[in-house]
């Protein structure tokens, strides 16, 4: 009998200002950080842009950046973040830094052709959540589906229960992602089926096939670290902590 996988997901956050910086961190889109591919323990990792405003944009923000880690476990994920020259600069890069610690407890579609994502945990509608959904937007639905976006990016900040919700992607216009934090299961199932702009999307979506593949998954956020927006927290450390196994 195999024993429970150890993966754990990371989703960091960076903010950068100041024209040098800012400059760097774009580079390091392009560039691909060598690291990334041979760091002990990493067995995927996404460099993700953002969007103008909380992300949900055809503009690009070049002050914030995000990373995706999918590693072996926390030991590789911390001893990367402890030890790797580029991890250390960036950050000295960095205004600042945000990294969530999770397991995954709920995946449904591909990423690239594969599923990504290890399900190890279970699903608690009670504790702290985190989601990610990717989409690949098929070329002739692009100018459709970013007629609805000002709308549902307009309702989707400061919502109850809702910590973080920043709109992320590895190509502008047709490759998106968002990552965002709960407070529970139920705060954000309000927000996506009781929002009219999102209901319409997720309508729209369905009527027309709006994207060529995507991806929805629920993570269990068990620790953090760093500073967002100011905050050391976006969810509840003594709640998840309680669910983390």
Not at 4 to 23: A, C, D, N
Not at 49 to 61: K, T, V
Not at 93 to 120: I, K, L, S
Not at 167 to 185: C, K, R, Y
Request: charged content about 20%.
């Amino acid at each position: 009998m195999s024993s429970p996988s150890k993966e754990v997901v990371t989703m960091s956050l960076f903010r950068y200002s100041g024209w040098r910086s800012r400059w760097w961190a774009f580079r390091q889109m392009g560039f691909y950080p060598p690291s990334l591919s041979t760091a002990p323990g990493l067995k995927q990792a996404k460099l993700l842009g953002s969007g103008a405003g909380n992300g949900f944009s055809i503009w690009p923000n070049f002050g914030v950046y995000a990373l995706l880690g999918i590693w072996e476990d926390e030991a590789a994920a911390r001893k990367f973040m402890a030890t790797d020259q580029w991890w250390k600069e960036n950050k000295a890069h960095t205004d600042e830094c945000y990294t969530v610690f999770m397991r995954t407890a709920v995946v449904h579609g591909e990423w690239g052709g594969q599923q990504p994502f290890t399900v190890n945990t279970e699903y608690d509608v009670n504790a702290p959540v985190a989601v990610i959904t990717r989409a690949t937007i098929r070329l002739r639905h692009v100018p459709g589906f970013w007629r609805f976006v000002p709308a549902v990016s307009a309702k989707a900040k400061d919502r109850p229960g809702q910590q973080i919700s920043i709109g992320v992607g590895e190509w502008p216009l047709f490759m998106q992602a968002t990552f965002s934090i709960w407070d529970s299961s139920k705060a954000m199932m309000d927000y996506a089926y009781k929002n009219p702009y999102h209901k319409e999307v997720i309508q729209k979506t369905r009527e027309l096939g709006w994207y060529k593949e995507e991806l929805f998954a629920r993570f269990q956020p068990y620790a953090a670290d760093g500073v967002w927006d100011g905050k050391k927290n976006y969810f509840s450390q003594k709640k998840a902590t309680e669910y983390a196994s």
